[in-house]
């Protein structure tokens, strides 16, 4: 299979990392407050300092984007050399702020990356927050700009850049600003939604993986126990969190997150014992700072496995015990990790062998990413066809699921799910996501309605999948609970990505209305009536009902209709209302072409109403709304086989052939695919 560009990035990087999200790319907007500025049209740095004390900060005419001045940063002699604001008197918890700086090279130095991260000193320790990469260039200035989120009080905060891959980078920075954005009020999670876990039941376990960071908050804390009975510690019981120093383990970051578990009666799976990235390279070196002998990488292995799993016996049910170690273009499929340079195939074996005489009753798996892909797909069920036929105590298989809007296909993770069933193996889908970009060239302030629904209609139909089978899958784990705790908001560049059910402020999103199939409060009902059943004129003319069975009463301003057609030509589209009982000028319309034309649909007519079209009262009704819409030519249509038309609905009917949204989610109605 032809490999995607943004796939066959995904192949190489390490998809199990579950960052600490409390920022991501986002505009200023207007009504944000300007909390500092740096312009340096003074003359003077302005508060930046250099980090390492060696760095040469001027304030000179090379370096300005516009007026006069700008920071010209030179005399670094490490990677992590570079400028540095002390910012802890403008920032306060709770609130979200937005940093933005433009950076450019002198002229004809070779492009290269760039970060702006955030340093949070704590009372016992400091965390470096990356808020924002780019390559920088000499031909013009880049914009780095981030939102960034303070969960708690801290001692010091400081933002900085500096350029990993090049210690003696030159580099220009100008107009740097910290805004404040309005403060929108506590969050406050929906309580009165059906809860994932109990939707899922019968089916298998729905879980998440989280950050401790997620602890702090309160609404994050019952966003996690309200929907999930699965979880996944996203990092700290990986091995530099755990074991960090030979023979030093610091288990306080697995415990806090293990303990919210137990408290919450949550199943907790263990990420990971054995992987070649977040592993400290001393495992893998003997004393004189050479490769380790195969002896004592499995004595070191053994030693941390033990300490790790033991220390959570009884209360960590089932554990990843090796992570990514396929590479399908590998005659052996193996991945030549550090792990398999000094061991071969054989440390595998023994990862399990270790992890089963430290726990014998864990549920082990070996987990890994883009198992859809024939090629992977067949590596791993190969590897575990052998270890098992070793008597290796394997139990489980692990698809991380990280996938886009753009691919894989259903079916191809459905024909990966089903290749394993003759092993006698478990499975889970560990780390589910959702991008919805198909390349790292893509980048949206907000979130396309257009994509919302396409995101909605893919987690539905995987859903589906899962559950035709599970009598195979067990559990199925999401990678984040809510939109600003992803991965994907940092890689493969960083921009905004909207992979999970729940958003930034921890409400439901199209997707989850999708999976959990039940509609929200309000069981509004969409009726149709087909005004003009001639097939080929040159007029669309559906007339529309809401139902409200509620027991509240619903504003219409909330509510939006969509009747999906083929324009048969492309020419402009005017709409008319011809009546309404809430008034004809309360009801506007607006045809919208689609990106990619789906099964009866290239244009849907969007309906949405004006504030004064009131609302619909329990157990009412909007009256009837009947639209006209025509070619600018008065050209005709041919709607024989347009998604929505239906002529033999002549008097209003239920049709879930159109669709009804409430506040953007998908509330009636069966969207074209």
């Known amino acids: 299979m032809k490999e995607r560009p943004a796939l066959k990035v995904l192949q190489t990087f390490l998809a199990s990392f579950l960052i600490l999200l ?3 790319s986002a505009p200023a907007y207007s009504e944000n407050s300007l909390l500092l500025q740096t312009d340096f049209e003074d003359g ?3 508060g930046w300092t250099g980090r390492g004390g060696v760095e040469t900060l001027e304030v000179v005419a090379e370096a300005a984007r516009g007026g006069v001045y700008g920071l010209k940063v030179g005399g670094r002699e490490q990677s992590w050399h570079g400028p540095t604001l002390d910012v802890t008197a403008h920032m306060e918890p709770g609130q979200t ?3 933005t700086g433009w950076l450019k090279l002198p002229p004809a130095a070779p492009s290269t990356t760039v970060s702006m991260t955030m340093q949070r000193r704590m009372p016992s320790t400091t965390h470096y927050e990356r808020m924002y990469f780019d390559t920088v260039t000499s031909n013009d200035w880049v914009r780095f700009q981030a939102q960034y989120k303070l969960l708690e009080a801290a001692d010091n905060l400081s933002v900085y850049f500096e350029a990993p891959d090049n210690s003696s980078l030159v580099f220009y920075i100008d107009d740097f600003r910290v805004e404040r954005l309005p403060d ?23 879980g998440t993986a989280f950050s401790n960071s997620e602890l702090m908050a309160e609404a994050d804390r019952k966003l996690l126990a309200k929907h999930f009975n699965s979880t996944t510690p996203g990092n700290v019981l990986k091995w530099d969190s755990t074991e960090p120093r030979e023979g030093v383990f610091d288990f306080s970051g697995s415990d806090a997150a293990v303990q919210f578990a137990v408290e919450n009666g949550q199943r907790i799976r263990g990420h990971t014992l054995v992987w070649h990235s977040q592993t400290p390279d001393w495992v893998f070196r003997d004393a004189n700072g050479n490769l380790a002998s195969k002896e004592l990488l499995f004595q070191r292995m053994k030693n941390h496995i033990n300490a790790v799993m033991g220390r959570y016996k009884g209360q960590i049910y089932a554990w990843d015990v090796v992570n990514e170690v396929l590479d399908a273009s590998q005659p052996d499929g193996l991945r030549r990790s550090p792990w398999y340079q000094i061991a071969g195939e054989e440390f595998i074996e023994k990862a399990f062998l270790f ?7 864990a549920v082990l798996f070996i987990n890994d990413y883009n198992t859809h892909e024939s090629g992977k797909s067949q590596a791993m069920y190969n590897l575990v066809k052998r270890l098992k036929a070793k008597g290796i105590p394997i139990d489980g298989v692990g698809h991380q699921t990280h996938i886009s809007l753009y ?15 003759d092993l006698g193996v478990e499975t889970h889908i560990t780390e589910l996501d959702v991008s919805v970009y198909s390349d790292a060239s893509q980048r949206y302030d907000t979130f396309p309605e257009e994509l919302k629904q396409k995101q909605a209609s893919l987690y539905k139909q995987l859903f589906e999948v899962f559950r035709r089978h599970k009598n195979l899958i067990t559990s199925v784990t999401l990678w984040g609970k809510d939109d600003a705790n992803t991965w994907l908001r940092t890689f493969p560049v960083a921009r905004n990505d909207w992979p999970l059910l729940f958003d930034e402020r921890l409400q439901s999103k199209p997707a989850y209305w999708a999976i959990v ?24 003319r559906p007339h529309f009902k809401i139902k409200n069975n509620g027991g509240e009463s619903v504003r219409l301003s909330e509510l939006a209709i969509r009747y999906w057609f083929t324009v048969d030509g492309e020419k402009p589209l005017a709409f008319y209302c011809d009546y309404a009982r809430i008034g004809s000028s309360n009801v506007i319309g607006k045809h919208v072409k689609m990106s990619t034309g789906k099964t009866g649909a290239d244009h849907y007519l969007e309906i949405t109403f004006s504030s004064a079209a009131g609302g619909i ?20 249509f041919d709607e024989s086989n347009d998604y929505s038309f239906d002529p033999s609905k002549t008097s209003f009917a239920d049709w879930d052939g159109v669709t009804l949204y409430r506040n953007g989610q998908l509330v009636w109605g069966v969207e074209p695919r």
Not at 355 to 361: F, I, K, L, T, V
Not at 407 to 415: A, K
Request: glycine content about 10%; proline content about 7%.
């Open 617 to 636: 009262p329990a157990g009412g009704d909007s009256g009837g709304i009947e639209t006209r819409s025509h070619k600018a030519d008065w050209s005709n």
């Open 97 to 99: 702020y937005v940093f």
């Open 22 to 24: 409390l920022f991501s």
């Open 517 to 540: 199939s039940t509609p929200p409060s309000g069981e509004l009902v969409l009726q149709y009536r087909a005004a003009d059943t001639q097939v080929g004129d040159n007029g669309l």
């Open 44 to 46: 003077t740095a302005q």
């Open 407 to 421: 691919y894989p296909t259903i079916q191809e993770i459905e024909s990966s799910i089903a290749r394993f069933a």
């Open 184 to 206: 929108l009020g506590p969050i406050i999670i929906e309580e009165g939604i059906p809860s994932l876990k109990d939707v899922f039941a019968d089916d298998f376990l729905i």
């Open 355 to 361: 992890a089963r005489e430290a726990d014998p009753d």
